[in-house]
T-cell receptor
Framework: NAGVTQTPKFRILKIGQSMTLQCTQD?????MYWYRQDPGMGLKLIYY???????DKGEVPNGYNVSRSTTEDFPLRLELAAPSQTSVYFC????????????FGPGTRLTVT | AQKVTQAQTEISVVEKEDVTLDCVYE???????LFWYKQPPSGELVFLIR??????QNEISGRYSWNFQKSTSSFNFTITASQVVDSAVYFC??????????FGTGTRLQVFP
């Protein structure tokens, strides 16, 4: 099992460009999450999903969109990239059994210049 | 409201020293879980431990041990005989809801040879 995979690993965007960060899990978990981690900081929740077709905002959703058409995939869309979106983005999943430990992907390092 | 405080921003030790990372939390729940995650320099987030608030016994795993005290709302993490490979950022986390975790700001541990 690959667990949680994210692509790309690194990306440089120009201001105003758009892109989609991909996240795929093979753990058959219902819950999936997108976090951002700014330099020297903790994790902030952007969006999350409790199952296919269901998404909800986290702490910092502005400037992002998500969709969840399948259990496996949870892409994060950045529209009109801004320098403030320079960060490392982590996708995570958990089984939703009430035990709550989350399993993280390797992260995508995004720079907006 | 749920809150996790890791007051130690950065700790530096020399190899073989013992080191304790502090985590203090606030929760409205009577039963809850607490977590520790490790983020090594390579960047991925690794789940270390989950503890249930019912169980206040210390947990030991090799050189790692955790001290959970409900009376002081603390869940501290001790590394005995630290090694260079322990150098990482360590995050404490607490569920904000059945669907979401909140993370502390992390403690950066540097172990020098």
């Amino acid at each position: 099992n690959a667990g949680v995979t994210q692509t790309p690993k690194f990306r440089i965007l120009k201001i105003g460009q758009s892109m989609t960060l991909q996240c795929t899990q093979d753990m058959n978990h219902n819950y999936m999450y997108w976090y951002r981690q700014d330099p020297g900081m903790g994790l902030k929740l952007i969006y999350y999903s409790v199952g296919a077709g269901i998404t909800d905002k986290g702490e910092v959703p502005n400037g992002y969109n998500v969709s969840r058409s399948t259990t496996e995939d949870f892409p994060l869309r950045l529209e009109l990239a801004a320098p403030s979106q320079t960060s490392v983005y982590f996708c995570a999943t958990h089984a939703g059994t009430g035990t709550y430990e989350q399993y993280f992907g390797p992260g995508t390092r995004l720079t907006v210049t | 409201a749920q809150k996790v405080t890791q007051a130690q921003t950065e700790i530096s030790v020399v190899e073989k020293e013992d080191v304790t990372l502090d985590c203090v939390y606030e929760t409205r729940d009577t039963t809850y879980y607490l977590f520790w995650y490790k983020q090594p320099p390579s960047g991925e987030l690794v789940f270390l431990i989950r503890r249930n608030s019912f169980d206040e016994q210390n947990e030991i795993s090799g050189r790692y041990s955790w001290n959970f005290q409900k009376s002081t709302s603390s869940f501290n993490f001790t590394i005995t005989a630290s090694q260079v490979v322990d150098s990482a950022v360590y995050f404490c986390a607490l569920p904000e809801s059945p669907d979401k975790l909140i993370f502390g700001t992390g403690t950066r541990l540097q172990v020098f040879p």
